[in-house]
């Protein structure tokens, strides 16, 4: 399982300076260090982006955290209180937001990414983790949450989901899902609902309406029809990593991963279908576009959009390995890379 961590996360760990923790490497000393103060952040190494209103708020390695106020074309750097790997990055509304990353760091904010405090850490999780277990009265679960408060806070919260400014769901590494009811106060563990008993690393998880899609390795996916109350394993053609994944629509799913791997079902997950691309190489992250246009991107730094059932490229010349899309209003998206924040036209007459 560490192997198809480190494939997702080599785009970080291969441009990172020295010194940045590996995927599984103690974080305990970077936990409780402010981040770096860098001079140009829309160059650092970039894992997401979000939206806080008309504010756009990107996170990457060492904890870095960039808003821009004028759609991408200038950024400026914001104190954050973890100096480990922030990895993805989501907001309820222009105000309350969380991101999330290594050694099980969740932060949030109430003033459009401003400002950050810690909600959570590994430390905690691992123990929150354990206290399920136990009262569930689950001898294996117990074990193995005991060896995970050996561990330390080594695991990294791969996702977010915000259901609103009180609900969320984080997951990750091992199948870690962790999920709270008011804002980050509090938390419960998800594990005991999610059919993944090897526990298998959960690196997408996405939401449209009262449907949530977890995507993991091995070919795992998971889905919910009830809002998260409970979860089914939906059987996939391809038993390889899936590193993103989107909800189109109620019934129309996508799975993207390992060598370039992308499947679709307009069914709810009881069929799927390959969707043809034009490289074998993972596609590392996804987006929606206005109208349900599903995009694409892949460590090779093609940017693709689906059409006619074929994801084509949008970019002739590519782009630095991208971590994260964030597909904006109009015909522009934000792609996140080894080389920072960068713009991507997702008008396919102006490819260049």
Known sequence: MKHSLLSRLAPVLLAAPLGLPAAAAPTGDALDRAS??????????????????????????????????????????????????????????AQRGWAVGHGGVVLATDDGGQH??????????????LDAAKAAGDAKATREAERLVADGPDKPWLDLLVFDARRLLVVGAYGLA??????????SSWMARLPNP????????RRHGNVLLLAGEQGLALLSTDDGQSFRPLDTPYKGSFFTAELTGEHDLVLAGLRGNVLHSSDGGATWAFVPTPMPVSI?????????????????????????????????????????LLPLSGKEALALTVHGALPVSLDEGSKK
């Open 36 to 93: 770096i103060a860098v001079r140009s952040p829309e160059q650092a190494v970039l894992m997401a982006a979000a939206q806080a209103g008309a504010r756009l708020v990107a996170v990457g390695e060492r904890g870095i955290i960039a808003l821009s106020d004028d759609a991408g074309r200038r950024w400026r750097q914001v104190p954050s209180p973890a100096s480990v790997t922030l990895t993805a990055v989501h907001f309820a509304d």
């Open 116 to 129: 950050w405090a810690r909600q959570l850490d590994g430390r905690r999780a691992a123990q929150l983790v």
């Open 178 to 187: 962790l999920a709270s009811e008011d804002g980050g106060r509090t938390w």
């Open 198 to 205: 090897k526990g298998l690393h959960l690196y997408a998880a």
């Open 284 to 324: 590392t992250a996804s987006g929606v576009a206005n109208g349900g246009r599903f995009l694409a991107a892949n460590q090779a730094g093609i940017v693709l959009a689906l059409r006619n059932g074929v994801l084509l490229p949008l970019n002739a010349a590519p782009l630095p390995p991208v971590n994260g």
